[in-house]
């Protein structure tokens, strides 16, 4: 991992994300699964882990469903992280367990399918180089004032 010139943190040379403050006082989510820890759970054998087979190297590991591998660092943000998209993960969990338990009945296709571009918008803006661009008379200036403080003077 390394600092970038604005503060942002690099992973893995995918997209930066900013930490949060100290000692994380708002308690975000830091490492976000793009694919659901409940739903790769499904798939762990006795020792609790996953096989995941890197394709671009042939390596095969085993791995706990929270490793980082399935994780992007604050790639979207907590309201949307604890709101609508945990709204979608509640329904295709709710639709896991319907299956798993052999659930009779008409399958929610709108669960899975919301679920589906969820997960691959996910993957997108967790892989995804942020775009360089400038933009003309457009000056950044700090969000909090001098020492830290919202609402001081923006120098």
Not at 110 to 136: C, F, G
Request: glycine share 12%; charged share 25%.
């Amino acid at each position: 991992m390394t600092a970038a010139p604005d503060g942002a943190q690099r992973d893995r040379g995918v997209m930066s994300f900013e930490k949060p403050q100290k000692g994380n006082p708002h308690r975000l989510t830091v490492n976000q699964h793009i694919h659901t820890a409940h739903a790769i759970g499904k798939f762990e054998g006795a020792d609790g882990c996953v096989e995941v087979n890197r394709v671009a190297t042939g390596e095969i590991h085993r791995v706990h469903r929270r490793d980082r591998i399935f994780c992007a660092r604050r790639a979207w943000d907590e309201r949307a992280e604890k709101g609508y998209m945990h709204d979608i993960e509640d329904a295709f969990h709710a639709e896991l367990v319907r299956v798993q338990i052999g659930g009779s009945g008409a399958r929610d296709h709108n669960a899975i399918s919301r679920y589906h571009l969820l997960w691959a918008l996910r993957h997108r803006y967790a892989t995804a180089t942020p775009p360089k661009q400038s933009w003309p008379g457009l000056r950044l200036q700090p969000l909090h004032g001098p020492g830290g403080d919202p609402g001081g003077e923006v120098g």
